[in-house]
């Protein structure tokens, strides 16, 4: 199993960060809410603040747990865990991803998701 950490960002407009996964990549063209891979020894919280920082160049600040789901792509089991977290802070420069938006709850269900994310999409859909 792969634990993954993947964090639901809001700026102050409410609106949260999704990013697109770029071509060559597992699930290319599918949207996601940015994060990666749990390095072992590190909490959810440095994995966020680390990934965010290397594939976006931004500064997030990690601040409550906010589900996990534990999806099979094929024979690989993820477990992806969401926590919410704040933007603080740099411009978004894209590494891992072809293309970023900031939307509203109500847009989510616009994108194709990644089938690990989805289960998130649906609870912040029920938020709004």
């Not at 740099?90 to 994310?117: N, T, Y």
């Amino acid at each position: 199993m792969i634990e993954v950490a993947a964090a639901i960002i809001e700026n102050e407009q409410g609106q949260i960060l999704i990013a697109r996964r770029k071509k060559g990549k597992s699930q290319e063209g599918m949207w996601e809410f940015p994060g990666g891979k749990i390095e072992q020894g590190e909490s959810v919280h440095a994995c966020l603040r680390r990934e965010l920082l290397e594939e976006m160049e931004i500064e997030i600040l990690p601040h409550a747990f906010f589900g996990m789901n534990d999806h099979y792509y094929g024979s690989n089991h993820i477990r992806l865990i969401a926590h919410k977290a704040t933007y603080i802070s740099g411009v978004i420069h894209l590494v891992d991803h072809d293309d970023f938006r900031w939307v509203c709850r109500e847009e989510l269900k616009e994108f194709s998701f990644a089938p690990a994310d989805i289960m998130f999409v649906e609870m912040l859909e029920l938020e709004s």
